[in-house]
């Protein structure tokens, strides 16, 4: 008789287990509409950066760039993404073009990203879950900075050489060990990628790392700023021309642009960050019945 | 409205409580429970006045004895495992600078310590990890006792509290173990109830959250497996060469609420309003079944096993809302010389973690589920290169094996036997329901997509065949030769590379010098024109019974002009053994049970240190 009763113990035991349902969200019950971010009256934004680690071997990078894409249409401005392609053979060995270079895998080196494609935002926060991205930009992009980067670049394309100057503009007091990094990039390469789809040899890379202005590191700026106070700076490059051969093609002037970011020297967080052309887009006068802002 | 989880987990507990004094006496004995201290603790209660102290001084004494009895029955068991690094002139295979180790010296040490008595045992395991060896997770480095607990065994019950491994059937929705070779440990913390009360029925119940290397994951899971060996409950009608069980498990989980932006297409929103972003809906309550029946029929056993489970968003599927199910087939026959396995797998949507975010740093953690992989497990160095690593998000599976043995003083068994071993794994995707110009990874975040056909197969993720035969010459020399055939879609299992295509050709020999002498030596190549290229491999070991081994082995990558050597020297004294030398180890992944681990480059100083008592 007990050994009947200690059955039907355990079967209940079991079934109380079982008791338990799951939650069925429907399609139509998915989306939580939220307000979306936004910054404190009078506060100056701080502009994502995003440290891409790509390559042209890596299947599932492709998704990592539209992803990133996406987040720099949400947020028209406040994104800026530099793609890494550092020496990882699995990930980067080039097919006929090399978009390798010593200061991405400087930053392999800092961050030792475990997959292809990671992203690292602002310096401190890294993942490889793609669809994670755009949730961390959204919650980046409302933080306060409290300086501005004013970047201009001076093009001669007799010699190709190229003069970036900045200006640091702090907009309250700001006591941390600060360094300036300038970077060049270059957008609009036409070559292979592997994709999940298989081989695309006519994939478009963008925002692709060339090289540093200013040393693997940049240069420090201090470690005391007062509000109100400029730093003003430059750095000087000039452009590649491809005299390495055809696995390596001359950087094209009209498709680079320099990204200037100012980061904290120990913990890498990047302060503030900004972009400029290498040959600025000149944007055409107003129409006389044009009203300056009028869109179609 | 998500019901009170407290509510729930009660519920078993109350049942529990209400049904304790159940068990039969005769069932599950353990050392020192003697009928005799019940029966005197019977007398306490009814006996009155003078008689009282004659009674206590009784009792004492049969509870002294019961003690010394229990003390004596004490047992200690426990194991050390230590290994260390000292990283030495890195030249990897990117840029030839120096990889920055954290440390001098890397080390993984585990101290496991398992006291035994009647009725109870506790156990704890001290955790030295704080700068580890190369290539874990990035959560793995830390130190302390992670995992501790205690067990109370009573007849036919056994409760534990704290850390605990369990599997419910074959581990389709549950599974947790430990793993250190891949820095995997997903012990829960909480508490297990189980119960045999007998007629072949077991029961375990069980609820806690899930160690992710050293932290605990914020969601509670808790279940209840149910088993029956029916030919123990009818023995008469089974008899010895018949067998039949079933099963049944249920594991719940309940997660944190999390703000997961969406990224689709925002025609799929109802009632879009572009100044809003839009948070995905999140299931909090995950459920998933396992049912079983294993069958044994005279040399032939068979299982089969199914599991579901409910939506379950995760963000290395892109939080996809589709339900998971496997299916698991599997067939044997064993007898005297000759054995055969046929297994077949279908799973769908069945990684099963206890936390939706999974980064690249915390990839192998946090598992709830296996999903075995159907491959055979490799042993020689080149043949393990390219180890095949279970797609949860959706496979295909089917693995043979055959052994055979030619009986000695045949024209094939010769004077000693020979053995044969045959074997194939076939694995591939699913044949999704795909939009033109879409491949499976572009499932749209917060969908249902894509379904795929139940008998339908996809690409191919891993195909292998092996060949090994296995021959004693004389006495003193018997060698094998092994064969693998292998494709391994390297775009799947690493995203990046295409498919490999390799022959692997392998010559082994051991050779008894003498009475304590051995030598044993491998030869191996490697043939692909993918990838890395060739590869080739050799191995000396020399055994000097009883303590002392010597081991040298050299890979050479002919693709890269890579040369990775190792020279070993072991030393084993009772239950201690010492491992100390120097060696390059090459990248690649190391898997166990089709869970891999990226190993990079290393090279340097090696020791290692085993005991147990």
């Keep these: 008789m007990k050994s009947i009763y200690n059955i039907l113990f355990a079967a209940s035991l079991c079934g109380a287990g079982f008791l338990v349902s799951c939650d069925n969200i429907s399609?139509?019950?998915?989306?939580?509409?939220?307000?979306?971010?936004?910054?404190?009256?009078?506060?100056?934004?701080?502009?994502?950066?995003?440290?891409?680690?790509?390559?042209?071997?890596?299947?599932?990078?492709?998704?990592?760039?539209?992803?990133?894409?996406?987040?720099?249409?949400?947020?028209?401005?406040?994104?800026?993404?530099?793609?890494?392609?550092?020496?990882?053979?699995?990930?980067?060995?080039?097919?006929?073009?090399?978009?390798?270079?010593?200061?991405?895998?400087?930053?392999?080196?800092?961050?030792?990203?475990?997959?292809f494609p990671c992203a690292v935002f602002n310096g401190t926060t890294m993942s490889t879950s793609v669809n994670y991205w755009l949730t961390t930009v959204t919650n980046l992009v409302a933080e306060e900075a409290h300086m501005t980067i004013d970047a201009s670049c001076d093009y001669d394309e007799s010699n190709r050489n190229l003069k970036v100057d900045y200006a640091i503009n702090f907009t309250s007091d700001v006591n941390k060990d600060l360094s300036v990094m300038v970077w060049i990039m270059e957008n609009n390469i036409v070559g292979p990628q592997l994709t999940t789809n298989g081989p695309n040899p006519i994939y478009v890379h963008n925002h692709i790392l060339r090289a540093s202005l200013n040393g693997d590191w940049g240069q420090k700026l201090g470690t005391s700023f007062k509000n109100g106070q400029t730093i003003d700076g430059s750095a000087s490059i000039s452009l590649y021309n491809g005299e390495d051969g055809p696995l390596k093609p001359a950087w094209v002037a009209e498709n680079c642009q320099v990204v200037v970011w100012v980061f904290e020297t120990g913990s890498k967080a990047v302060e503030q960050a900004t972009l400029a052309d290498v040959i600025p887009v000149v944007t055409p006068e107003p129409g006389p019945d044009e009203e300056p802002g009028d869109e179609e | 409205m998500q019901p009170n989880i407290k509510t729930r987990l009660s519920l078993p507990i109350l049942v529990a409580a209400a049904s304790l004094p159940l068990c039969s006496a005769a069932q599950d004995m353990l050392p020192g429970d003697t009928v005799t201290v019940t029966t005197k603790t019977n007398v306490t209660t009814t006996v009155s006045g003078s008689d009282v102290s004659s009674t206590t001084s009784n009792i004492s004494t049969v509870e002294s004895k019961k003690k010394n009895n229990w003390l004596s029955k004490v047992r200690a068991t426990g194991a050390i495992q230590t290994e260390f690094l000292i990283p030495y002139n890195f030249k990897g295979e990117r840029t030839g600078d120096k990889t920055v180790y954290e440390k001098d010296v890397l080390n993984n040490t585990y101290f496991d310590l398992t006291v035994n008595a009647p009725y109870i045992s506790i156990g704890a395991r001290f955790q030295w990890t704080k700068w580890p060896l190369p290539g874990y997770n990035k959560g793995f480095g830390g130190w302390g006792v992670p995992y501790i607990w205690a067990t109370g065994s009573y007849k036919c019950w056994q409760l534990t509290v704290g850390d605990f491994y369990e599997q419910f059937g074959s581990g389709l929705i549950l599974r947790t173990y430990q793993e250190r070779s891949l820095g995997v440990d997903n012990a829960i913390r909480g508490g297990r109830f189980k119960i045999n009360p007998g007629g072949g029925v077991h029961v375990t119940a069980l609820a806690g959250k899930q160690r992710r290397f050293w932290e605990w994951n914020s969601s509670w899971l808790w279940g209840a497996d149910a088993e029956w060996e029916l030919n123990d409950a009818f023995k008469e009608k089974f008899g010895n060469d018949y067998g039949l069980t079933i099963g049944a498990s249920y594991v719940g989980k309940h997660d944190p609420d999390e703000q997961i932006l969406y990224n689709g297409p925002t025609d799929l929103i109802p009632n879009y309003d572009p100044s809003k972003n839009y948070y995905l809906n999140l299931p909090l309550n995950v459920a998933a079944f396992d049912g079983r029946v294993k069958l044994r029929a005279h040399d032939f056993n068979f299982l089969a096993e199914f599991a579901t489970k409910s939506a379950d968003p995760v963000s290395l599927y892109n939080y996809n809302y589709r339900k998971g199910n496997a299916v698991l087939l599997s067939g044997t026959y064993s007898n005297k010389g000759f054995s055969a396995m046929l297994q077949a797998k279908r799973s769908e949507n069945m990684d099963f973690r206890s936390k939706r975010l999974i980064d690249g740093d915390y990839l192998i953690s946090s598992f709830v589920n296996h999903m075995p992989a159907f491959t055979m497990t490799q042993t020689y160095a080149l043949a393990a290169m390219y180890p095949y690593a279970t797609q949860s998000e959706g496979e295909w599976a089917f693995q043979a094996d055959v052994r055979y043995l030619f009986k000695k003083k045949t024209p094939l068994g010769g004077k000693y036997g020979t053995n044969v071993r045959l074997s194939a794994s076939y694995i591939?995707?699913?044949?999704?329901?795909?939009?033109?110009?879409?491949?499976?990874?572009?499932?749209?975040?917060?969908?249902?997509?894509?379904?795929?056909?139940?008998?339908?197969?996809?690409?191919?993720?891993?195909?292998?065949?092996?060949?090994?035969?296995?021959?004693?010459?004389?006495?003193?020399?018997?060698?094998?030769?092994?064969?693998?055939?292998?494709?391994?879609?390297?775009?799947?299992?690493?995203?990046?590379?295409?498919m490999v295509t390799s022959n692997i050709f392998v010559g082994e020999g051991q050779w008894k010098i003498a009475k304590k002498t051995q030598l044993r030596f491998e030869a191996q190549y490697l043939h692909t024109k993918q990838d890395k290229g060739d590869w080739i491999a050799g191995l000396l070991e020399l055994s000097l019974a009883p303590h002392w081994m010597i081991t040298v082995s050299d890979s050479y990558n002919s693709g890269k002009g890579n040369n990775y050597y190792e020279v070993l020297g072991t030393y084993a004294y009772k239950a201690n053994r010492f491992t100390f030398g120097y060696g390059k180890v090459k990248e690649g992944f190391n898997c166990s049970g089709g869970v891999c681990r990226w190993v990079p480059q290393t090279e340097g100083f090696k020791v290692t240190y085993n005991y147990t008592f």
């Excluded at chain 1, 760039?65 to 993404?81: D, F, L, N, R, S």
């Excluded at chain 1, 980067?92 to 390798?100: E, G, H, L, V, W």
């Excluded at chain 2, 572009?442 to 891993?462: E, H, R, T």
Aim: charged letters at 20%; proline letters at 8%; one cysteine or more.
């Design chain 2, 428 to 498: 591939s995707g699913l044949d999704y329901n795909l939009p033109p110009g879409k491949t499976y990874k572009d499932k749209v975040v917060g969908s249902n997509d894509f379904g795929a056909p139940f008998w339908k197969i996809g690409s191919l993720y891993y195909a292998d065949l092996n060949f090994e035969l296995n021959k004693k010459l004389s006495r003193k020399f018997q060698f094998t030769l092994f064969y693998l055939f292998q494709k391994y879609n390297q775009a799947i299992v690493e995203q990046h590379g295409g």
């Design chain 1, 27 to 115: 399609e139509e019950d998915r989306y939580i509409p939220v307000d979306k971010p936004v910054l404190p009256p009078h506060s100056v934004a701080k502009t994502v950066l995003v440290q891409e680690f790509t390559g042209v071997q890596c299947v599932n990078c492709p998704t990592g760039a539209e992803e990133m894409h996406k987040a720099q249409e949400q947020y028209p401005g406040q994104v800026i993404v530099v793609g890494m392609h550092p020496y990882v053979d699995a990930y980067t060995k080039p097919f006929n073009i090399d978009m390798r270079c010593q200061e991405a895998e400087v930053m392999y080196e800092a961050y030792k990203p475990k997959a």
